[in-house]
């Protein structure tokens, strides 16, 4: 699979390409700023990009904006965006599209390799991952229905389906049983109006609901 790694420090760049090709991933670009990481994309059409939210010349946003390029232009490149801090109005940005291969991590989570590997993949295959810090940001910006809906436990339940995780994983996470969770995540339906009719996409029309994105 191929992958472009877009990031201004020299020292990570050189360690996600470790990263990467390690687990199978063939890095075709690494690059320090949007510009560059534009180009690479339309040279080598990668199916995965993982790029910082801030790059040069600004140290603003360009990684963010180009990430909404990539998923304008190329809406088939997955894009796994990067940060030092949570940033809510860019992980917002990059859900208010497509949420189908998008990812936002804060970068400490670079240092578990397994966890970062794991979310890559997943993203890589089509899905959603989010920094369980930066879903926790999104949370507390909610003030109005349906958050008030939801208890606790609920609220718990669907951080951990926004960080993209199944309900096996949330059951373990939480120490409860997968029909526990099943009653929460139905819970969760009801109180945020997703009717059956939704299917499948019910997950992702939850979070984003949630999240006040969509």
């Known amino acids: 699979m191929r992958a472009v790694i877009a990031e201004d420090s020299v020292l990570l760049r050189v360690g996600l390409v470790k990263v990467l090709e390690a687990v199978g ?3 075709v670009a690494a690059v320090g700023d949007a ?7 339309e040279e080598h059409a990668p199916q995965v990009v993982v790029t910082d939210v801030r790059m040069p010349p600004g140290l603003t946003d ?12 190329w809406p088939e490149t997955a894009v796994l965006l990067l ?3 949570v940033e809510e109005r860019y992980a917002a940005d990059l859900l208010a ?15 578990n390799v397994d966890e970062f590997v794991e979310a890559l993949h997943r993203v890589a295959a089509g ?21 008030e809906r939801l208890t606790p436990r609920e609220r718990d ?9 199944s309900n096996t994983a949330i059951a373990e996470s939480l120490v409860v049983s997968d029909s526990a969770v099943a009653k929460h995540i139905n819970s969760i339906f009801t109180k945020l109006d997703l009717s059956p009719a939704d299917a499948t996409h019910r997950r992702v029309l939850a979070v984003l609901r949630f999240l ?3």
Do not use: W
Not at 62 to 73: D, S
Not at 132 to 142: I, K, S, Y
């Open 25 to 27: 991933f063939e890095v």
């Open 157 to 165: 339940v669907l951080a951990l389906m926004a960080a993209g995780h």
């Open 97 to 111: 599209g497509n949420t189908s291969g998008v990812g936002y991590l804060l970068k400490e989570r670079v240092a």
């Open 35 to 41: 510009e560059a990481l534009l180009a690479a994309v």
């Open 212 to 214: 006040e994105v969509a």
């Open 83 to 85: 940060s030092q801090y």
């Open 127 to 147: 899905g959603t991952a989010l920094d369980p810090e930066v879903v926790a940001q999104l949370l507390l910006r909610r003030h109005r229905d349906p958050l």
């Open 62 to 73: 360009e990684g963010v904006r180009a990430a909404l390029v990539i998923r304008r232009q």
